[in-house]
């Protein structure tokens, strides 16, 4: 049975600073992995997906690697702001075409 | 577009009610899929729905829930009768078959007491 774990639980950083979110699953064979976001009282919203032949993928100040033989893949952030605090989770997609959940990363970014 | 709307956004109800919960994908999206989300077993997949037919229901915990999508635009999904432990967030999300992102509502957060 596939499962999804996310370290660290919850980051505080100052403003400013680069850091890395942590994703690991333990069945190589997923179609892709995605990365989500998700406000406080709200839905969750897709940031970035890589499909199972890719190694990263970027938008913006986000980048996401993968790297499906170690069951690992990393969200970074570049010089975060304020306004990226949020809880963001990370899914695989299995054999079945369904996502499989992390348990989240809670991040606050203090100004 | 106004994306995945759900509705109600909160429900609070007691203990044996009969609870339904209610989507509208977006436009042209012909997959559509509930969640359910709780502190302590996260996100999970209930069920999901391609071209309105039910693909995958293995996530429906009991009889006690059923979901229905009588037409691409609408979906419900029903608790009844309801327990406090289906206290939770309800999430509907859309996509359309050829792409792999999922769209998400707002969730209805369900109170059971």
């Known amino acids: 049975k596939q499962e999804v774990t996310q370290i660290p639980a919850a980051l505080s950083v100052p403003e400013g600073e680069n850091l890395v979110l942590n994703c690991s699953f333990t069945d190589s064979a997923i179609y892709n992995l995605q990365w989500f976001r998700q406000d406080p009282g709200k839905g969750l919203t897709s940031l970035l997906l890589?499909?199972?032949?890719?190694r990263e993928q970027t938008s913006g100040r986000l980048n996401a690697s993968l790297d499906k033989s170690s069951g690992r893949s990393t969200l970074y952030i570049a010089a975060s702001q304020p306004g990226d605090s949020a809880t963001y989770l990370c899914a695989v997609m299995d054999s079945s075409y369904k996502l499989i959940f992390g348990s989240g990363t809670r991040l606050l970014v203090r100004p | 577009d106004a994306g995945v709307i759900q509705s109600p956004r909160h429900e609070v109800t007691e203990m044996g009610q009969e609870v339904t919960l209610r989507c509208k994908p977006i436009s042209g999206h012909n997959s559509l899929f509930w969640y359910r989300q709780t502190m302590m077993r996260g996100l999970e997949l209930l069920i999901y729905f391609n071209n309105n037919v039910p693909i995958d229901d293995s996530g429906m915990p009991e009889d006690r829930f059923s979901a229905k999508m009588p037409n691409a635009s609408f979906s419900t999904l029903k608790i009844q009768p309801s327990e406090p432990r289906d206290s939770a967030v309800y999430f509907c999300?859309?996509?359309?078959?050829?792409?792999?992102?999922?769209?998400f509502g707002p969730g209805t957060r369900l109170t059971v007491l």
């Open positions: 890589i499909q199972s032949s890719q």
């Open positions: 999300a859309s996509r359309t078959l050829s792409t792999d992102t999922q769209y």
